[in-house]
């Protein structure tokens, strides 16, 4: 939540800014904000509620001088409404020193108690406020931004990652962070800071790592970064490993369109290199050994949002192979009810961010607690893999829609591998089983690629939905948590009430929500499901049938047993029972993207979301 961006180099600080604000602006787009010190030393602001064009057309018809310092921010509400009083930057020092923040101070309401007391002035309702007068206070007396927010931050309980400027200090930019991102871009006569990498991908792919509790001040020719007492701390470099063109459009309508379009490279990059001869090795794992893998008696996925829906899935093929029992819990659940974890359980954390606060805490609780942290993440340089034992890179690329897509593909993938990973490593799946899977998922790229064709049919069905006020998803098995990520899509991005329901549960209760014209998708388990489960869900279809539903079917191709049952049927590639779901998910990805469209919604920033939840 909330997108940072901070700048030292020449005069072209908007510039810098206002790119930075655009490829982050899936973190918040409540409103936007820049302030600047010109080339005079003087520093101006200006920001306004809404998305980052609105900030654009405030710059237009009420420009500010450029310089060669600045911050800027995007935001999602916590602390009062999004109106432009309460957008960043907020100032302090009376308007000399602008101040960012992303995350939630706790103890805003003593600190600023304490301000009023002293007779200070507040211009929003913003927790920030009080950080912005409280440097501003500091800088009185120690002069040196950097010091000034090392004593303020020492006050502060809660989540924040803030970035300060004065003006009386051009040429400097001072970050700090605790439990929120905050990483550093390295230029030539030119540094940056970024809630991520996207802030200065466009300008430079050498970024440094940011620990918790640090400050980091950065001139045009200098980084330096120190914990919370002001002691130097080591940092690490790394080489951002895609390029500013993989974060833009690229022609696409959205950016979850081409998001979508790339699935199959998703789950190809994901599985490359790791399936090697016919089996998988996972050379990540190195982190927790073979011997404690061995041990392990318990596994915990946790996750939030499409990562838990990925979970549960994994959940299927990890007990399969391994014969490891499973968990998956939502990261906020898990956290709060003393769960029991012991050094031979595995914590497996998914995120495509690697930011979500709920999940880092929850993983920073495991690690405490004694169990070994394995997080599947898609973002490098991140905060939870930071906080993990070993890290899973899944290698879907820059993700920008703010719901997930090919990320989701390829937490799945990651954990399928894993699975059969631990099936070698514990001896509870024979090589010809591993090779066999291996195979499947090697073939899945392709068969994605081949249900993506049938996306123009999907977007007509979506078409002839725009009016619809309620859809149910069923499905069974591994077709469950497909039906609950059907429904979560639907739901964030065309706002209409969706349910996914495990199809077996149908007469448990859902069933009396149908009635006739009652839309419902059913993901068919395949005729050639060992597990028997065709003819069950195809039952499941004529009950509710019967009442009247609409159904519309993911049935493998060729299946004639739902074709008199159902009113269209979405086909997809033969695979075996476990795959599927990397190919069912796939047409409620595209439906829920066109009836979006369709009804004139923002596909890539649905309303009151962010994609990345950086606070409890
Ligand atoms: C937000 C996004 C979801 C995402 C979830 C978890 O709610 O809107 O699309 O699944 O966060 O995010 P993560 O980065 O941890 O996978």
Redesign the pocket.
Known sequence: MCGIVGYVGDSKSIEVLLGGLRRQEYRGYDSAGIAVIDVDGHLDSRKKAGKLQALVDELESNPIADGATGIGHTRWATHGGPTDRNAHPQLGDNGKLALIHNGIIENFFELKEELLAEGAVFTSDTDSEVAALLVGKAYQETKDVTEALRQVVARLHGAFTLLVVHEDQPGVVVGARRNSPLVIGLGDGENFLGSDVAAFVEHTRRAVEIGQDQIATIRTDSVSVTDFDGNPVETKEYEINWDASAAEKGGWSSFMAKEISEEPEAVAKTLLGRVVAESVRLPELDGIGDEILENIDRIVII??????YAGMLGKYAIEKWSRIPVDVELSHEFRYRDPILTERTLVVS???????MD?LMAVKYAKEAGAQVLSIC??QGSS?PRESHAVLYTHAGPEVA???TK??LA?VTALYLLGLHLGRVRSTINPDEIAAAAAELNDIPEKIAEVLLSAASIKQLAHWMTDTKSVLFLGRNVGFPVALEGA?KLK?LAYIHAEGFAAGELKHGPIALIEPGQIVFVIVPSPRDPLSLHPKVVSNIQEIRARGARVIAIAEKGDAAVLPFADEVIPIPLAGSLFEPLLAVVPLHIFAMELSAAKGLDVDQPRN?????TVE
């Open positions: 996750a939030c949002g499409t990562a838990a998914i995120s495509q961010s690697g930011e979500t999940t898609n973002t939870i703010v719901a997930s990320a989701f937490q979560l964030e979301l962010a994609k990345s939840v």
